[in-house]
C-alpha cells in the first residue's frame, strides 16, 4: 500500500449528491444503470454504474449518494460518465456509499 500526504487527500473533489434519474443501459458491456445526481452547487452529472444486481431503480431515486466530481469525464459506449459513484464490491454486488442522515448536496467529505 502506498501512503499520500494529504495535499494529495485534498485534490479529491468527494460530495455528496441526491440521485433524480435513472435510467436503463442496456448498451453497457456488464449490466449498469445510467445515473443523474444534484451535487448542489456543482450541478447536475451523470455516471454509469453497475448497480443492478443490489438495486432497484426506485429504490435508488432519492438516495443520498457520495461522488468524486473531479475526474476527468469517461466515455462508456455512447453515454459520457461525468464522476465517480462511490462503493463497495462484494460478492454480491456493488454497495453504494451513502451518508448517515441527510446533508446539503455538494458538501464536501472531511
Same mark, same amino acid.
Given at each position: 500500500?502506498?501512503?499520500?500526504?494529504? =495535499?494529495?487527500?485534498?485534490?479529491?473533489?468527494?460530495? !455528496?449528491?441526491?440521485?433524480?434519474?435513472?435510467?436503463?443501459?442496456?448498451?453497457?458491456?456488464? &449490466?449498469?444503470?445510467? /445515473?443523474?445526481?444534484?451535487? +448542489?452547487?456543482? *450541478?447536475?452529472? =451523470? !455516471? #454509469?454504474?453497475?448497480? %443492478?444486481?443490489?438495486?432497484?431503480?426506485?429504490?435508488?431515486? +432519492?438516495?443520498?449518494? @457520495?461522488?468524486? /466530481?473531479?475526474? &476527468?469525464? =469517461?466515455? /462508456?459506449? &455512447?453515454?459520457? #460518465?461525468?464522476?465517480?459513484?462511490?462503493?463497495?464490491? !462484494?460478492?454480491? +454486488? %456493488?454497495?453504494?456509499?451513502?451518508?448517515?442522515? &441527510? @446533508?446539503?448536496? *455538494?458538501?464536501? /467529505?472531511?
Amino acid at each position: 500500500m502506498d501512503l499520500i500526504e494529504w =495535499k494529495d487527500f485534498e485534490k479529491i473533489l468527494m460530495v !455528496t449528491g441526491t440521485i433524480t434519474r435513472i435510467e436503463d443501459f442496456p448498451q453497457a458491456r456488464k &449490466p449498469a444503470y445510467q /445515473i443523474w445526481v444534484d451535487f +448542489g452547487n456543482y *450541478g447536475e452529472r =451523470k !455516471t #454509469s454504474a453497475q448497480l %443492478v444486481r443490489l438495486y432497484q431503480k426506485e429504490d435508488l431515486l +432519492g438516495k443520498q449518494i @457520495v461522488g468524486i /466530481i473531479n475526474f &476527468p469525464e =469517461k466515455q /462508456i459506449g &455512447p453515454f459520457r #460518465s461525468q464522476f465517480l459513484l462511490t462503493g463497495f464490491e !462484494t460478492e454480491e +454486488g %456493488v454497495v453504494i456509499t451513502t451518508v448517515e442522515r &441527510p @446533508v446539503p448536496n *455538494g458538501t464536501k /467529505i472531511s
